[in-house]
C-alpha cells in the first residue's frame, strides 16, 4: 500500500504509514477505552436495572407473598370453617344414622324376637298337637288294633251263648213238639178204640160229609147223630194237624202205621188234610 493510500479515518489528511499504524493503534486504543467505558456504563447501567428489577420483583414477590399468605389464611379460614362446618354436619348425619341404625336394629331385633315366639309357639302348639295326635293314635292302636280282637271274640262268645241258647230253645221247644205229638197220637189212637169197626169201615166207604152236596143249608138242621159224627172228625182231624205240624219240626215223614191209621184214613177221606 502507497503512502498516498494511507488517509485518516477522522479527518482524511494523507498520513505516513508509521503516523498511520500509530493513528490506527491510538484508534484501536480509544475505540477500545470508549467502548470499555461505554460497555463498564452500560454493565452498571444493565446492573442497576437488574438490581432494581430485582429489588422491584422482590417488593412485588413480597407483595405477591403477603397477599399469597393472606389469600392462604383466608382461605385457610374458609376451608377450616367448612370443614369444621361439614364435620359438624358428617357428625349429625353420622348421629342420625347411628340413631336410625339403632332404631331399625332395635326393630329387627323385637321383630326377630316376635317370629322367634312365634315359632316357639306354633312349634309348641305343632309339639302339642302331635302330642295328642300320638296319644289318639295309640289309644286307637290300642284300642282297636289290641282290644279289637279281644271285643270280637267277646261278642263271637255273647253270640256263641245266645246261638246256644236259642238252640236250646228251639230244642226244647222241639221236644215239646214231639211230646204234643205223642201225646196227639195217643189220643187218636184211644179214638180209634172208641169208634166201632163197623163205623169205621162205613166212614171210609162213605163220601166226605164235606162236599157241598153233602152239607147242610140253615133249613135243614143237622141230626145229633151227625152232629156227634163231625165233632169226632173235627177232633181228629184237629189231632192230625198237631201230628202234622211236629212232624214238620222234625223233619220227618209219617210212619207206616201213622199212615195207615184209621183217623188219618177217614181224614183224608173228608178232605180234613
Known sequence: MSSADLKCSVCGKTLEESEYHEASRQLEKNVSKLFGEQSRKRTQEFNDKIS??????????????????????????????????????????????????????????????????????????????NQTQMDKLQKWLHEELINEPYKKMALIEREKISAEQQVAKLVQQLNDKNAEVISSQEKLKELENKVPKEAREQLLEQESPFDPKYQTTPEEPESSEQKEWLNMIKELAQQHELRGAGVEEDDKPESEEQQNSWGSKVAKKFGLF
Open 52 to 129: 432494581e428489577l430485582k429489588a422491584t420483583h422482590r417488593k412485588d414477590m413480597q407483595t405477591a407473598a403477603k397477599k399469597y399468605e393472606a389469600e392462604r389464611k383466608s382461605l385457610q379460614m374458609r376451608v377450616d370453617e367448612q370443614i369444621k362446618k361439614t364435620r359438624e354436619i358428617r357428625e349429625r348425619e353420622l348421629r342420625e344414622a347411628k340413631k336410625n341404625y339403632q332404631m331399625q336394629l332395635e326393630n329387627i331385633r323385637s321383630i326377630y324376637q316376635s317370629q322367634i315366639e312365634e315359632m316357639k309357639k306354633n312349634y309348641e302348639q305343632m309339639v302339642t298337637g
